[in-house]
C-alpha cells in the first residue's frame, strides 16, 4: 500500500544507518530476504507493533538472527523493504489500469485498484500507514509515489480535465481515493465491491460525471 497523500511532500534521503548492509543478489539468497520481509509482515498482523522486533522476526523467518543482521541493520530497515515491497505491488496495478484506452474505465481500475490493495491485507497496510509517516523515505518509494501520481494526471488529462490547476486536481482525486480506502480500514470494512462503488462516485462526483 503506498501512501498517495504523502504525493507532493518533500522526502529526507533514507539515512545510511537504514540501509540494507548486503544485497541479495551479491548474497545470493534472494529468498531470505523475501522471508524476512514477509516474516515482518506477518508479526505486524498477529503480534503489532509491541512484538515487532529482530529475533521475533528472525524466529518467523526461519533464519538466525545473525543472517537477518547480515541484509538489515535493524528492524526500521526491514520496515521500510516491506513498505517498499507493498508500494510496489500498488503501482504496478495502477500503471496496468492506467493504459486502458477509455479513461473513464481506466479511472475505475485505478480506484478498484486501490481498494483492492487496502482490503487484501488490511491490518498491514494499516500499520504501514502509521510507520510510513515515522519514517524517512527512500529514493525508490519517492518515485513510485511520483509514478502513481503521474499515471493519475495522464488519465485525467486525457479526460480533459485538467486544465489550470493539474496539480491540485490530480491530488485531490488520490485524496478522495486514500482517505476513503483508509477509513474502511480503520474501521474494518471488508467488502470490495461495495467500497470501490463508493469510492467510484466520490471520485467521479468531484470530476463532474453525472
Excluded at 50 to 59: D, H, L, R, S, V
Excluded at 116 to 137: K, T, Y
Aim: glycine share 8%.
Amino acid at each position: 500500500h503506498v501512501s498517495n497523500s504523502h504525493i507532493l511532500m518533500v522526502k529526507r534521503p533514507l539515512p545510511d544507518a537504514l540501509e540494507l548492509r548486503k544485497t541479495a543478489r551479491q548474497m545470493h539468497a534472494t529468498h531470505t530476504v523475501e522471508a524476512i520481509v514477509e516474516a515482518a509482515a506477518r508479526i505486524f498482523e498477529v503480534k503489532g507493533f509491541e512484538g515487532y522486533t529482530t529475533n521475533a522476526i528472525a524466529q518467523k523467518a526461519g533464519v538466525s538472527i545473525g543472517s537477518l543482521y547480515q541484509y538489515f541493520p535493524n528492524k526500521d530497515a526491514i520496515t521500510l523493504a516491506l513498505i517498499a515491497r507493498e508500494a510496489n505491488l500498488l503501482e504496478a496495478e495502477i500503471m496496468q489500469a492506467s493504459i486502458i484506452e477509455r479513461w473513464e474505465e481506466a479511472l475505475d481500475a485505478m480506484v478498484l485498484a486501490a481498494v483492492r490493495h487496502q482490503l487484501r491485507r488490511p491490518v498491514l497496510a494499516r500499520v504501514l500507514d502509521v510507520e510510513e509517516a515515522r519514517l524517512p523515505q527512500t529514493k525508490r518509494s519517492m518515485s513510485g509515489s511520483d509514478q502513481i501520481y503521474t499515471c493519475v494526471l495522464n488519465v485525467l488529462n486525457r479526460a480533459g480535465k485538467c486544465h489550470s490547476d493539474a496539480a491540485t486536481l490530480t491530488v485531490d482525486v488520490i485524496g478522495l481515493t486514500r482517505g476513503m480506502t483508509d477509513m474502511a480500514g480503520r474501521i474494518g470494512e471488508v467488502g470490495l465491491e461495495e467500497l470501490g462503488r463508493r469510492v467510484q462516485l466520490a471520485v467521479f462526483g468531484y470530476l463532474g460525471r453525472g
